[in-house]
């Protein structure tokens, strides 16, 4: 296992390489970067901001540097001082080579210096520490309601197979998978949030203004009651698969031959479901914890944090990739892959310690 374990840490780097190396060019070489952002701004408030900002760097407005084509090097260029283009290129590192800066990036991302943001007065680490807590609130109790509704459901449907029971909790799995999170979400608030009917819950925040004035138990009360409703939406949304891949789960070792064994032997029903077959039916099912767990942190809650004004990483992510912030864009990305490649490793290892027969040294 120690060989396993050090051989798919040894391919994390190219991974990590290569994922970069790609998102980088998207990124960089994508219309519509910071600079030609800035310049449709300073273009939109009118030729006076221009003039004045043309006259701080000591030179008039002239038109804008061109390719050898005689096409202007950004759009909305024209008019404005190539010397306070040329600045904003050295502000935003774009005066040099693309591969010297993914070069730099890549030596930073090594000490974890994930850069500074464009737009905002905050190192990017610093950035990702403060959405943190948002996103781990949504994502991890969500995740753990999910795992226990789904597996019980998932048990129960199993050992009903064909039954009423299991019809109707088919419809309810399939209307809570076809419903999109964000329309349970508008759903909720106009029922629970004030929207027109009740009043029970906060529309925003993930606590109240006067969260720090409240003892331990009203600052718990208060975060579970601001949680209630974003975490259902989420919970709504994903629970359907887990609970179908844990009933076709149980089905496929229902229907082994080790299973009638046990029972010959007098084994109860509780004693095959829950002393075997639930070992083995369980396997995929919490090997894939680690991974929902990072999915949801990263990309499952940027609607939810919009609509109930959660200010956590999706938002983040999703506000970075309209402002060209590529800093963030970036380290976030990093931040996320490495977290990924090191989760479905530790999804590998409880492969191992759910079902020690599997043995991944003598299958390589």
């Known amino acids: 296992m120690t060989a396993y374990l050090v051989r798919r840490l040894l391919l994390m780097i190219p991974t990590l390489f290569g994922v970069l190396l790609i998102n980088f060019a998207v990124v960089q ?11 449709a701004q300073v273009r939109g408030v009118g030729a006076d901001v221009a003039g004045r900002i043309s006259g701080a760097t000591g030179a008039e407005a002239t038109p804008a540097p061109s390719t050898p084509g005689g096409v202007p090097a950004y759009r909305g ?63 991890l109790w969500s995740t753990l309601i999910i795992y226990a509704i789904s597996i019980p459901l998932g048990v129960a449907k199993a050992v009903r197979d064909g039954s009423r029971f299991d019809g109707w909790t088919s419809v309810l799995v399939v ?44 600052k718990i009360l208060d975060y579970a009651w601001h949680m209630v409703l974003p975490v259902t939406t989420m919970t709504i949304g994903g629970f359907a698969s887990l609970t179908m891949l844990t009933k076709n789960s149980f089905l496929d070792q ?32 919490i090997s894939g914890f680690p991974a929902a767990l990072i999915l949801t942190l990263f990309t499952g809650s940027v609607l939810v944090e919009v ?9 983040l992510g999703f506000e970075a990739a309209m402002k060209r912030d590529y800093p963030v864009m970036m380290g976030t990305l990093y931040v996320f892959e490495l977290l990924s490649l090191l989760l479905a490793l530790l999804s590998d290892v409880l492969y191992t310690v759910i079902d020690p027969r599997i043995d991944f040294e003598r299958r390589a």
């Not at 600045?87 to 994930?114: A, I, S, T, V």
């Not at 080790?258 to 070992?279: E, I």
């Open 29 to 39: 070489f994508a219309p519509g970067g910071p600079v030609e952002q800035i310049l």
């Open 254 to 285: 229902i229907r082994l031959q080790y299973v009638m064994t046990a029972y010959a032997k007098g084994c109860s029903t509780r004693r095959v479901l829950y002393g075997h077959v639930f070992r083995n039916a369980m396997l995929i099912v």
């Open 175 to 218: 209307a809570g998978n076809a419903i999109p999170s964000f329309l349970f979400a508008i759903a909720l608030v106009i029922v629970f949030a004030g929207g027109r009917y009740l009043q029970w819950f906060p529309l925003r925040g993930l606590v109240s203004e006067n969260w720090e004035e409240l003892s331990w138990i009203g």
């Open 77 to 139: 260029a024209q008019g404005l001082d190539p010397k306070f283009i040329e600045d904003l290129r050295r502000q935003f590192g774009f005066d040099r080579p693309w591969y010297e800066r993914f070069w730099k990036m890549c030596r930073d991302f090594l000490r974890f210096d994930l850069g500074r943001s464009y737009y905002r007065d905050r190192t990017v680490g610093q950035l990702i520490r403060e959405k943190l807590p948002v996103s781990i609130s949504l994502g």
């Open 307 to 315: 609509i109930f004004s959660l200010d956590g990483l999706g938002l």
